[in-house]
């Protein structure tokens, strides 16, 4: 089992079909596992994954429409069925706490884990930027402007990405932007911190050996040499998600440079305008957003069930100049996070 993997549980976009599941994403990051977007179905696709609730650390919601959101009620009560050890933290729009709490508490169950609730929250000026026509957006923006804590994790201030909204996970930076949708929507991204990586030529150059190479690391130098005289910088890796959007700044900022970007493809570059109208993205635009941004795998997935053919969507991308990895999302794929750079 890869310690850090992305386990595919549903892609499809509003409505579901007898190949692809309501949405849901489970990105296994060495300790942690991150749900994202648990739609209908989204129970019995972890049980066919090999995924179960102990495995869960967070719940990322990006907008609360059904096919993103309507499985977290049964997540959740999973969740309290098999009385997870471990804390477990949500995320989700700040603006969308009713509709988080209807979900949570829609019907009878015995609460026996406590789920920390730490939603998203932008200062106004980050909203501005977005650009989004939705009529929610400007009521969702009143109530504490700013990064806000309300559950586990320290938040911290800006953020990778341009974020500005961050909080430190087990070995990652967890950032979230606005998005452009009918709904408040939010996109995220984790990016690990950089390391370091010893170089052997330079080590046996300064006569640096065992114990010595340790204590170096440590202090930072030993007998006149640097760490950075025998050592080049490991670069971390980082991970993207970005669900219903038209294009925005927001999409452009979480997938810069990223190792891995999954993304929503809804569309076809030939219903562009209704791509626009409804806040979505088309294959081409997805595959001409991770060229620009230097995406090493893309991740197209959420398709309307109007095109019975997938693979346009794999090739309407490659049209869009990306030529990286590049994997048009099946139900239950298990989808290795590329190797540091």
Known sequence: MSPRELVVLGTASQVPTRHRN???????????????????????????????????????VTH?????????????????????????TAHYPASGQHFYDRLRQSTAYRSSVR??????????????????????????????GGAHAAGSGAVVAGGPAGAAWSVAGDGFVLSAAPLSHPVDAVGYRLDEPDGVRMVPERL?????????????QREGSLRGVALEDVSERRPGQSFAF?????????VHALAEAC??????????????????????????QAGRVAATAGVRHLVLTHFSQRYPDAAQFGREARAAGFSGELTVARDLDRIP????R
């Open 242 to 250: 970005v669900m219903d959007t038209r294009l925005c700044e927001g």
């Open 64 to 88: 609360f429409h059904g096919d993103h959101s309507l499985g977290l009620a049964g997540v959740i009560q999973r969740i309290n069925l098999d009385r997870v050890p471990h804390p477990v």
């Open 204 to 216: 046996a150059a300064a006569g640096l050996k065992g114990p010595d190479i340790g204590r170096l």
């Open 259 to 284: 190792d891995m970007l999954v993304i929503e493809s809804t569309f076809l570059d030939a219903d562009v305008s209704l791509a626009e109208e409804h806040g979505h993205l088309t294959a081409g």
């Open 22 to 60: 309501h949405n849901g994403y489970f990105l296994r990051w060495d300790r942690e596992g991150l749900l994202f977007d648990p739609g209908e179905g989204t129970q019995r696709q972890m049980l066919m994954a090999g995924v179960s609730a102990h495995d869960l650390t967070r719940l990322c």
């Open 337 to 340: 996070l590329p190797a540091r």
């Open 115 to 144: 789920i920390a609730e730490h939603p998203v929250r932008f200062p106004p000026a980050a909203r501005e930027t977005v650009g989004s026509a939705a009529p929610e957006t400007a009521a969702a923006t009143a109530p504490g």
